[in-house]
T-cell receptor, first 115, second 115 residues
Framework: EAGVTQFPSHSVIEKGQTVTLRCDPI?????LYWYRRVMGKEIKFLLH????????ESGMPNNRFLAERTGGTYSTLKVQPAELEDSGVYFC?????????????FGPGTRLLVL | AQSVAQPEDQVNVAEGNPLTVKCTYS??????LFWYVQYPNRGLQFLLK??????LVKGSYGFEAEFNKSQTSFHLKKPSALVSDSALYFC?????????????FGTGTKLQVIP
């Protein structure tokens, strides 16, 4: 079974540019999460999809971030325009609730550097 | 609000010696607790979780963790460290209450196993 995949693995852009990150969850997983880790700090929750619907987007930093999950399969996270403080590693995770329990499985992350 | 504390930024241990990576948590209800590991240039990998039952949880790669409710701790342990265990370890918690509950991560602890 394929795991969670993310594209690109790395992205270096200039301040003011746009970047779109993609996440492909494990097939059949309804839950999809985006997280971000800024250097040396904790992994912070950004948002949570259940299928194509946003369950919780309370962690989104501001309106420069837009996440979509059309069709309830893969998801994209767009940052427009990017700022220096957006640099970090963006993780995607997916899960399926079974018996009331849930374990999130993570992708390798996208390392974003904004110059 | 729930939180996770990993008090050590880095833990150094000699190969073959036992290792402990500390984690304490705060949650309003009963906790679900997780450990994840991130190897260099890789994504987070699930190691183990505590949901209910036996306080000693065994996971992947010979790791185990002990849930201590009175001390609100979930320390990660391994009897004999390997150089290949060198990685970044994250503790995470969520409330076990029904319905949607957000997962909160710690800041991570870098484990360095010295040959």
């Amino acid at each position: 079974e394929a795991g969670v995949t993310q594209f690109p693995s790395h992205s270096v852009i200039e301040k003011g540019q746009t970047v779109t990150l993609r996440c492909d969850p494990i097939s059949g997983h309804d839950n999809l999460y985006w997280y971000r880790r800024v250097m040396g700090k904790e992994i912070k929750f950004l948002l949570h999809f259940v299928k194509e619907s946003k369950q919780d987007e309370s962690g989104m930093p501001n309106n420069r971030f837009l996440a979509e999950r059309t069709g309830g399969t893969y998801s994209t996270l767009k940052v427009q325009p990017a700022e220096l403080e957006d640099s970090g590693v963006y993780f995607c995770a997916s899960s399926q609730v079974s018996g009331g329990q849930e374990t999130q499985y993570f992708g390798p992350g996208t390392r974003l550097l904004v110059l | 609000a729930q939180s996770v504390a990993q008090p050590e930024d880095q833990v150094n241990v000699a190969e073959g010696n036992p290792l402990t990576v500390k984690c304490t948590y705060s949650v309003s209800g009963n906790p679900y607790l997780f450990w994840y590991v991130q190897y260099p240039n890789r994504g987070l990998q699930f190691l183990l979780k505590y949901i209910t039952g036996d306080n000693l949880v065994k996971g992947s790669y010979g790791f185990e963790a002990e849930f201590n409710k009175s001390q609100t701790s979930f320390h990660l342990k391994k009897p004999s460290a390997l150089v290949s265990d060198s990685a970044l370890y994250f503790c995470a918690v969520r409330d076990s209450a029904g319905g949607y509950q957000k997962v909160t991560f710690g800041t991570g602890t870098k484990l360095q196993v010295i040959p």
